[in-house]
């Protein structure tokens, strides 16, 4: 089983609809859960951060965790063409190593 | 300055050659990171430093030589690199390692390398 998994997709939303993308992680002691975005030909840019059990919103984002089922996701409210991008999942384990799901390709449709 | 700058943004060697690829931050940062990502790929840690000192080697070959000659600086050495070295190499910076909860990290722009 890999440490992170998203689903690659693409996920393809209607302008204005609320984009979900998820993530599993895979060792229970991981303490800190990050989601970064990434357009074609840039770096990572974190956008979410959580650390405890619920829910945590910022702006049109909001990021969930739930450390019993080991998920971790991320709401895009009002998704915008500018959300069009690959959303990274990071997971600190404990060890002081920041390991990154593969991604989850998101395509907002006009 | 919440800037990690990233020098050359793009680098092309052969497999004799020997380059560096250099890093800064002014954030006051104690934590540096090195990651490699290939194209459609998630970043995989190369190297963490912390104070200065090299606390995590996810197993690099060793034609890959981190170094940190200060707080605010980070170079990666290359020597006898291979054509699959190619890749986006980035920078990371955060204000500490894990555990202290503040260990999110700030990318620099990347050095696209392309191996010859």
């Known amino acids: 089983q890999k440490e992170v998994e998203q689903n690659s997709g693409p996920l393809s939303v209607p302008e204005g609809a609320i984009a979900s993308l998820n993530c599993t992680y895979s060792d229970r002691g991981s303490q800190s859960f990050f989601w970064y975005r990434q357009y074609s030909g840039k770096s990572p840019e974190l956008i979410m951060f959580i650390y405890s059990n619920g829910d945590k919103e910022d702006g049109r984002f909001t990021a969930q965790l739930n450390k019993a089922s080991q998920y971790v996701s991320l709401l895009i409210r009002d998704s915008q063409p500018s959300d069009s991008a690959t959303y990274l999942c990071?997971?600190?384990?404990?060890?002081?190593?920041?390991?990154f799901g593969k991604g989850t390709r998101l395509h907002i449709l006009p | 300055d919440t800037e990690v700058t990233q020098t050359p943004k793009h680098l092309v060697m052969g497999m004799t050659n020997k380059k560096s690829l250099k890093c800064e931050q002014h954030m006051g940062h104690r934590a540096m990171y090195w990651y490699k990502q290939k194209a459609k790929k998630p970043p995989e840690l190369m190297f963490v430093y912390s104070y200065e000192k090299l606390s995590i080697n996810e197993s690099v070959p060793s034609r890959f030589s981190p170094e940190c000659p200060n707080s605010s600086l980070l170079n990666l050495h290359l020597h006898a690199l291979q054509p699959e070295d190619s890749a986006l190499y980035l920078c990371?910076?955060?204000?500490?390692?894990?555990?202290?909860?503040?260990?999110?990290?700030?990318f620099g722009s990347g050095t696209q390398l392309s191996v010859l």
């Open positions: 990071a997971v600190n384990k404990g060890d002081d190593k920041i390991i």
């Open positions: 990371a910076s955060s204000q500490d390692k894990g555990g202290g909860r503040n260990e999110k990290l700030f």
